[in-house]
């Protein structure tokens, strides 16, 4: 599988501000995932990082909050735009597989906003 | 709304022993079902996928399949403490980008 890494590994940032987190992955990947993980909790899908067009988003998560940039099939950020503490959480790329759909995670960036 | 159901736990088993994890989907439009592992602190980690209905074994992991039901399953045998994590069961939605839904997860406590 994919080798995924991410930048930061964790950040802690003040109200109001933003934070863009980067994803690298080893090889060309068609699809790459936005994840994000709060305390104790399941993982929820933000958006499909599309390169050469907009991300999709799902319910709840518009461009606005979390703008995606997916410049290649190798790179992805995820900026979370005006931090409140609710956006503290795991934020986690993923790239999926082709065949079977299955998909391999990046280590995650555990953010702490206060 | 999908959505993919596991008893949060915490199930406990002795070292040892058979660990039983069930998911259950309610997107008859799934294809395809994954079981993650995801150590405290740490990101998810796939360990199995199953597509078709039946067993698929690999070491000492089993998943297990029953689309007429809608139930997938994880066993582990030999339990040993290393497998104590939460274990995240996915199921394809069905579409075109391959996104999962991801159930709640079980975690599991081996004990020694």
């Known amino acids: 599988s994919a080798v995924i890494s991410q930048k930061p590994s964790r950040d802690i940032c003040q109200r109001g501000t933003s934070l863009t987190i980067q994803c690298q992955v080893d090889s060309q990947v068609t699809m790459m995932f936005w994840y994000r993980q709060q305390p104790g909790q399941s993982l929820t899908l933000i958006a499909t990082a599309n390169q050469g067009s907009e991300a999709t988003y799902e319910s709840g998560f518009v461009i606005d909050k979390f703008p995606i940039s997916r410049p290649n099939l190798t790179f992805s950020t995820l900026t979370v735009s005006n931090m409140s503490p609710e956006d503290s959480s795991i934020y986690l790329c993923s790239v999926g597989a082709q065949i079977y759909n299955e998909q391999f995670f990046g280590p995650g960036t555990r953010l702490t906003v206060l | 709304q999908k959505e993919v159901e596991q008893n949060s736990g915490p199930l406990s088993v002795p070292e040892g022993a058979i660990a039983s994890l069930n998911c259950t989907y309610s997107?008859?439009?799934?294809?395809?079902f994954f079981w993650y592992r995801q150590y405290s602190g740490k990101s998810p980690e796939l360990i199995m996928f199953?597509?078709?209905?039946g067993d698929k074994e690999d070491g000492r992991f089993t998943a297990q399949l029953n689309k007429a039901s809608q139930y997938v399953s994880l066993l582990i045998r030999d339990s040993q403490p290393s497998d104590s994590a939460t274990y995240l069961c996915a199921g394809g939605d069905g579409g075109s980008q391959g996104n999962l839904i991801f159930g709640k997860g079980t975690k599991l406590s081996v004990k020694p």
């Open positions: 199953i597509y078709s209905n």
């Open positions: 997107d008859r439009g799934s294809q395809s």
